[in-house]
């Protein structure tokens, strides 16, 4: 650890009132940003997609569970991967605790994956989560959301974040790269493992119909990932230079 500024506890109150006025202020234009999201216009949503689930068949409707609201996390887990997405796992390390008081709160939960039902319900053992997840293998859903991609796709540009992604730069990332190595850790190549990407959507029902509300991609996902969340406020902050995390079962033998 690199010396750090020392200070009198008087000093470091007042630099400390300076940084709350900051955080009052992004608390302020967040709570702008919620109101500006839910004052989006809803899309009706017209494709027939279905799922598989650990109960069986369903419908996008069906993942509602009978309440008005569905949030979606779209999880890197390609029908060819051994496991899942690093990154995705961090981040739904979080979800279990969230579930019981979104249902509550007449809001249904599900991730979903392109992988076989009978894969993520494994790799949902072994990491310990019972949030719902659902395979859409049998459609096209992750594609019509932009969280997968053909391998014709990955030879040119895509839309992903709202944005067109040259997905040709794969062909130049070395076997040292964040994608390869957690691309390595799930059983694939990282073209294989780059064909899918995070998101998260949103859709709602209204007089019977599903409708989108919502989707988020990438950075956009930031305020998901409970361990940032902590880290941002840790002396240190991130105090990274790489992809450094490991899923959870995996920290001790990596030390070990």
Known sequence: MSPHPTATREQWLAGRLEVLQAEKELTRRSDELARRRQALPWVPVETE?????????????????????????????GPEFAAGCPSCSAIADGFDGSVAHLENHDVAFVAVSRAPVDKLTAYKRRMDWSFPWASSLDSDFNHDFNTSFTE???????EYNFADRDMS?????????????????????????????????????QDGIVHHTYSAYARGLDGLWGMYQWLDRAPLGRNETGAWWRRHDEYDAATG
């Open 49 to 77: 997609y279905r799922f598989q689930t650990e109960d069986g068949p369903a419908s996008l409707a069906d993942l509602f569970g009978g309440r008005s609201q569905l949030l979606v996390y779209h999880f890197m887990f």
């Open 152 to 158: 014709e796709q990955m030879r040119g540009i895509v």
């Open 169 to 205: 730069v794969v062909e130049t990332l070395g076997p040292d790269s964040a994608a390869a190595q957690h691309g390595a850790s799930a059983g694939v190549d990282v073209k294989t493992f780059l064909r899918e990407a995070p998101g998260m959507s949103a859709f709602a029902v």
